[in-house]
């Protein structure tokens, strides 16, 4: 599965630079295959390790404020792995024809 999501605290004041960065860092340290963007950091892999990865990184955010928000998006397709890259690879496959 694929999971899209966007963890930040609440009330911490303008910049969440620091919070981010711990939740990224989270993800980093997770082994599991991902992609942080402006947005959003997704994440491949199955149920169980990508809720658990999506926890630690809010519970992460969470010390940096008593309130955290979290935006999350998941393509659930059993039994297809390396889609984090090869979705993009036959949208751009598709683009050039």
Same mark, same amino acid.
């Given at each position: $599965?694929?999971v899209?999501? =966007?963890? =930040?605290?609440l009330?911490?004041? @303008? =910049?969440v630079?620091?919070?981010?960065?711990?939740?990224?860092?989270?993800? !980093? @340290? =997770?082994?599991?295959?991902? !992609?942080?963007?402006? $947005?959003?950091?997704t994440? @491949?892999?199955?149920?169980?390790?990508? $809720?658990?990865?999506?926890?630690?990184?809010?519970?992460?955010v969470?010390? &940096?404020?008593? !309130?955290?928000?979290?935006?999350?998006?998941?393509?659930? !397709?059993?039994? &297809?792995?390396? #889609?984090?890259?090869?979705?993009? #690879?036959?949208? @751009?496959? &598709?683009?050039?024809?």
């Amino acid at each position: $599965m694929l999971v899209a999501f =966007s963890v =930040s605290p609440l009330g911490a004041g @303008e =910049s969440v630079t620091e919070a981010v960065a711990d939740a990224v860092r989270v993800v !980093r @340290e =997770s082994g599991l295959p991902h !992609r942080t963007d402006a $947005m959003f950091t997704t994440i @491949e892999g199955e149920w169980d390790e990508c $809720m658990d990865v999506v926890r630690r990184a809010s519970e992460a955010v969470g010390r &940096h404020a008593g !309130r955290v928000s979290l935006v999350l998006k998941a393509d659930i !397709r059993p039994g &297809h792995t390396g #889609e984090l890259t090869g979705k993009v #690879e036959r949208l @751009e496959e &598709h683009l050039s024809a």
